[in-house]
């Protein structure tokens, strides 16, 4: 547990811009945390002026928060905010380094400042996601009491990470990624500070590589600083002094994809590969696929999904599907990445281009909830087998029309039980294959409807 996260480093530690050695310097994205509203950049959907959150900071009544959001997109320089205006006491500890005994010291230190004092105490949990259900229960009773007030940071899904309790108390706000133009401006800003930037360096860059390393960042602000300072560092050593694409180029080759295959994220880019492939847009079907493949998704997963998706939302109007999909499984466990990929591509795009109907899924549903809701039936005696004299004695198999014996291979014979005689699970659809299925059927339903007219 640690109260100085917000302090400033001492000069021993880096926090003198004037120190002899830019070694012995904090990293660039410290030193250029904003130290006002004026100097935050991005989220003016939460801290404009007159919006509710910065209100609540401004004016010192803030209550439990979680602040959600992708790294380096300000929660924890909004956690400053709070820290540079309240007059309640103000701990901040980080999930990574505490364990259960740091938080319950936090409580009882707490508890006893609201007695002793009438005072509050603000709790600020960094990376709150990394606490467990036991640690994150233990700050429950003080919230309910009123003893502190829970400013929890986050980049995973609160509704998954945060206990329910917990959450309830809680206002979650969303922090979004930064817009280009945010970061070019936070670029700008720490090329020409001389106190705290890289001023002193004398390095200029032009229009093209600010927006090169702010497209490279995803976002991400502290990632764009940190390549800021790699770039700067560089060329301070070259004859001109100017980062360019030039320098860029080998520093921004590849972008290391943000992807948490057990978060939110895993789930979101399954969801997009396959809502794409649904809607036939082969070329974002093709894109999530590489998403997920460059971030190191278990190329297993993903080709079992595929498969799901061949029998979910394509079916029989295009049997050949479930065909290459097994393919392209089969594939990608005999090859492994990164030869798997092209496997991968090659069926989603399949997937993508081919005739759609999930009336076999649809199928399935509706037989599976009768088989729920419905009695459960005994199997028609015609239906039976009777492999022995007593099975015959009791009309096991009495009535049962063999099909290959009757015109058009089609018996005049129920197969339902006698409470579902009337139901009808497969529809297919007018596309593809199951339009031949269709017409097939309807053909069959006539047949079978003629020879009952003609029977009775």
Known sequence: ?????????????????????????????????????????????????????????????????????????????????????????????????????????????????????????????????????????????????????????????????????????????????????????????????RERGLGDLDVTADDDALQVIAQFANGDARGALGLLELAAGIAGGRKGRCIDRVLLADLTSKRSLLYDKQGEEHFNLISALHKSMRNSDPDAAVYWLARMVEAGEDVMYIARRLVRFASEDVGNADPQALVVTIAARDAAHMLGLPEANTALAQAAIYLATAPKSNAVYAAYNAAADDAHRQAADPVPLHLRNAPTKLMEQLDYGKGYRYAHDERDAIADMDCLPESLRHRTYYEPRERGFEKELKRRLDAWKEIKRKRRTEGA
Request: no cysteine.
């Open 1 to 193: 547990m640690t109260a100085s996260l917000f302090d400033p480093p001492s000069p021993e530690h880096g926090g003198d811009a004037s120190a002899t050695s830019s070694t012995v310097r904090s990293p660039l994205a410290e030193r250029m945390r904003p130290r006002s509203w004026d100097e935050f950049v991005g989220q003016a959907h939460l801290v404009a002026p007159g919006k509710p959150l910065r209100e609540a900071i401004e004016r010192d009544v803030l209550q439990s928060i979680i602040l959600w959001g992708p790294p380096g997109t300000g929660k924890t320089t909004l956690a400053r905010m709070v820290a540079a205006t309240t007059q309640a006491h103000f701990i901040a500890f980080s999930a990574v380094l505490s364990g259960i005994k740091d938080i319950k010291a936090v409580m009882v230190e707490a508890e006893a400042a609201r007695a002793r004092l009438g005072r509050r105490t603000i709790l600020f949990v960094d990376e709150i996601h990394r606490f467990n259900k036991a640690q994150q229960d233990a700050f429950l009773p003080r919230v309910e009491a009123g003893d502190i007030v829970l400013v929890g940071a986050t980049t995973e899904n609160p509704s998954f990470e945060v206990n329910a309790a917990l959450l309830s108390r809680s206002k979650v706000f969303v922090l979004r990624q930064l817009e280009p133009a945010d970061l070019v401006t936070l670029l700008r800003r720490a090329l020409g500070d």
